[in-house]
């Protein structure tokens, strides 16, 4: 029987509508705008000013913290200004403005085609060059690589998990990537399992892209093949099923492990990865590249099939300018997401620029997106069924509509990632996940206030 | 398009609404409303209509007069309450009975509770108690009403098998087949016609996901372990399960009644102990009670136990074994 996690979920339509559009690369525009907050944690800090000459590649902020990343610029030119840009969601951020001349690469970067398949043999200075190129995850956290995969002392790794579910709805760019960048996927899952000690490395895809497990599995028996350091690497069907690609659900159903409340995935031995991260990790540690690119899907229902497109994209480009690129924003579209239409965030600001866990622009209509008016809850259950962590939201809405805390935390709204099962299947309309959300933040400062006065 | 759309995720939503579960519930007991027609003929439509429009006009004057809320006849609840209350009562029933059955239904079960989804007991049991209780003598006539087919049964009209067990023992019925029990049983309120029929409705409603099967087969598997014990030992005093589950509303009851979202308990494991709770008070009810049968009281009683259930049985957490 096919594997899945053991608690919850939903079967949204995946509406994987652009996944036979091959990966095009977008021309780089005349100016870029680079966010310095990339990344889960501290944003890092800006390490050039303008008037200044960059490369592709070069380090243009460093980490200001021990979970921050160093970020890089993606094109070479003048930097013309540092300092305040709205992001995506209409807040500021700092960003650095650059204007683009040629495209000059940092000299020890191998822009070459050539399969690189020979792993290094010094962990140290795998894990620094990881850091230095600003690998971060891929899968939605941008949580810095380097970090998960150095295990903290006394624990171990006993399985490195590539996250290829894809789970959310529409997004195809992970799809693409493991058909056509599936050897530099393995070769990079290879790095991180010796990294780790050695330990297996399981490749998990969700069933609804048999094109992508045959693609990664074939990539896999060549490399154990032809080269050395790829034994222990298989790939695993998983039942389709939201939220698969969620980092506890997807070490539930490879390892049939759980996290334990507030625990981190290391504890029960495992370290998950994204695929687009495992080539990121390729990059940087085999070709000196730094995390500069990623590929995104352009999409939605209301897109004509020759507007439908996955783009190899650089950080620091316009949304406003991919969009025009791919053929303009649709007239029908009501609300673009950057992500998936399950977790992913309303854009706000189409001058927003691409950042380095950037996967999509996904335009949905009206009729999609919006919400019914809430009714009363007719205790269905559905939501419970629905959670992935198997909280109950139609409680947990009501605790936290009556600021009960105490409640809200021996029902572990702690644990809710947050996923939108729960408001997905609602049948009344109740808006469960954004009152849980704010209540979640409120009990999880409540906890952390509660161990730091200890 | 001059502005974007912005709001938190999730940003897709189900097509199931409060209104569609509702309306399967409805298409669910359509072969038994089919059924009941059919055999009961113009006096069940009459039922039928009188009891799902006084639902439905209830909930409308009570929403809009007196608690001056928005009107909430949409969402189609009072239907299926209307239809529920209609198959519980006796195809006879003069249509001033089953107002008032509607009246307590709606206007005391539900709406004083403050409408869809806070009510604690099941509307349309409370009715057809509240109707039990008052007008016994509506409540127990059991005249088979010259239906549209199939009017000659008459041979055991005038009482419901178990109301014949209560007054004769076991002997009295001997003479019945469960194969016709099966697929129009004979004499009893409406919705109890047919166990074929409702079983088709706990089909649907399981393919379409509306209900799990928890409570209903913990229902009937109680009854069936509880009766089994008793007619094992003593076949002469105690009717046998099949008989048990085929008569008496209990199918009626346990898969369109027991299995109501707001008055059952939310956790699988409190739905398979609300279950085995209706199945043992029916039978004490039906074996050692003064009721005939004990469907209605069983379910009131373990609707007040909802909350507690609620309490002690929550869903199983993630890595929180």
Known sequence: MMKTFSIGGIHPSDSKISKDCKIEVLPVPSKVYISVAQHLGAPATPIVKAGDQVKVGQVI????GFISAYVHSSVSGTVKSVGPRKDLAGNNMTHIEIDVEGDEWIEEADLSDTLVTAIPEDNKAILEKIKMCGVVGLGGATFPAHVKLCPPPGKKADCLILNGAECEPYLTSDYRIMLERSKEIVVGAAIMKQVLGGCPAVIGIEENKPEAIKAMAAAVAELQRSAKGYEGISVMTLKKKYPQGGEKQLIDAVMGRQVKSMGLPIDVGAVVQNVATSLAVYEAVQKNIPLVT??????????????????????????????EYAGGIPEKAAKIISGGPMMGKAIANMDATTVKGSSSLLYLTAEQTVRGVESACIRCGKCAEACPMGLEPFLLNKYARNNMMDELEENAIQDCIECGCCLYSCPANIPLLDIIRIAKGDVIRIIRG????? | MDKLLVSPSPHLHTKTSTKSLMRDVVIALLPAVLVSVLFYGWSE????????ASCVLLEFLITKYLLKKSCTVGDMSAVVTGILLALNLPATTPWWVVFIGAVVAIGVAKMTFGGLGQNLFNPAIVGRVFLLISFPTYMTDWTRPQGFIGGGLDALSGATPLGLVKEGGVAAIESLDYMDMLFYNIGGSAGELSAIALIIGFIYLLARKVIKPYITLSIIATVAVFSGIFWLINPAEYTDPVFNILTGGLLLGSIFMATDYVTSPMSNVGGIIFGVGIGIITMLIRYFGAYPEGMSFAILIMNSVVPLLNKWFHSKKYGRA
Do not use: W
Request: charged share 20%; net charge positive; proline share 6%.
């Open chain 1, 450 to 454: 509660r161990t730091a006065k200890k």
């Open chain 1, 61 to 64: 902020a460093e980490p200001s």
């Open chain 1, 294 to 323: 990623n590929v995104m899907t352009i999409t939605g229902d209301c897109l004509p099939m020759e507007k439908q497109h996955n783009y190899k994209f650089r950080i620091g480009m316009p949304l406003s300018y991919i969009a």
């Open chain 2, 45 to 52: 439509l009459l039922v039928l209509g009188v009891s799902v």
